[in-house]
């Protein structure tokens, strides 16, 4: 028989205890559970974290027999299988792994530190300059009484004509 990748979906947030549940297997022979660089913004400054490129989808590699496939769905961190992934798939995923998040998720042609100017809110027709996107909303910094100031506003907040 040949081994496949075989797609399984997974609790949230529970991929380490998972991990090392799938090491003691012997009959996973490969486990890919793709990651990319995410940037995000702290009171102390701009850090770097992992996050799932698909959230809560695990992919494995395994001869698939009745005995394996019952204990992975015995197990309390997997909830259920979804399907089967070529190998072509498995390499392109791989190749995405540890790239930055925001090459991969672009957010509707927004950019960070490029100046838009608002066009709803209480700021309205004020210029800002995008400091974080965080799917649709923004972090954007407004010049206020000769200082910037970060406010939070959405996608639909920014005129992106400018």
């Not at 089967?84 to 960070?112: F, H, M, R, W």
Request: glycine share 4%.
């Amino acid at each position: 028989m040949n081994e496949l990748w075989y797609i399984w979906t997974i609790n949230q947030q529970k991929y380490k205890r998972l991990r090392e549940s799938l090491d003691n297997m012997a009959e996973i022979k490969d486990i890919v559970y793709p990651t990319v660089i995410k940037d995000y913004s702290t009171k102390a400054g701009w850090k770097k974290k992992d996050v799932p490129l698909y959230i809560n989808y695990i992919f494995l590699n395994y001869i698939h027999d009745n005995h394996i496939h019952a204990e992975l769905e015995d197990c309390q961190w997997i909830k259920e299988y979804v399907g089967i992934c070529s190998e072509q798939e498995i390499e392109d995923i791989k190749a995405l792994v540890d790239k930055n998040y925001d090459e991969l998720v672009p957010g509707e042609t927004l950019q960070k530190g490029k100046t838009y100017k608002l066009s709803a809110g209480p700021f309205k027709d004020m210029l800002c300059t995008v400091v974080d996107i965080n799917g649709k909303k923004l972090t954007v910094s407004v010049s206020l009484f000769g200082s910037d100031r970060l406010i939070k506003c959405s996608v639909g907040d920014i005129a992106l004509d400018q």
